[in-house]
Nanobody, 127 residues
């Protein structure tokens, strides 16, 4: 069974870059037809899909974050990485990595497609 584990700093200063890593075990990030997303839960708000990277390395981003976000992968380490530049306190959230099964009619843009989640990691943006 695939397991996902987020890691990274819990505290980031405003204007700095946030970097998180999702370590995947029990399955390969290159396996068809899985897409690997970063999703965050903003305080007092719902879940926000940030972006995804596909089994083939293709990337997709939330248009509201596109100028600040980058998602990459290291296939040798089976890692998915998130970088969010120029963070503000509004980026304080619990960040999750999750796997979407896109073998059917739905994909990363539907919560129903997600079959595995990490436990989440709290990131606070504060000086």
């Amino acid at each position: 069974q695939v397991q996902l584990q987020e890691s990274g700093p819990g505290l980031v200063k405003p204007s700095q870059r946030l970097s998180l890593t999702c370590t995947v075990s029990g399955g390969s990030i290159t396996s068809r037809y899985y897409y690997w997303s970063w999703i965050r839960h903003l305080p007092g708000k719902g879940l926000e899909w940030m972006g995804a990277i596909g089994y083939d390395g293709s990337t997709y981003y939330n248009p509201s974050l596109k100028s600040h976000i980058s998602i990459s992968r290291d296939t040798s380490k089976n890692h998915i990485s998130l970088q969010l530049s120029s963070v503000t306190p509004e980026d304080t959230a619990v960040y999750y990595c999750a796997r979407a099964d896109c073998s059917g009619q739905i994909c990363y843009d539907s919560l129903v497609a997600y079959d595995s989640w990490g436990q989440g990691t709290q990131v606070t943006v504060s000086s």
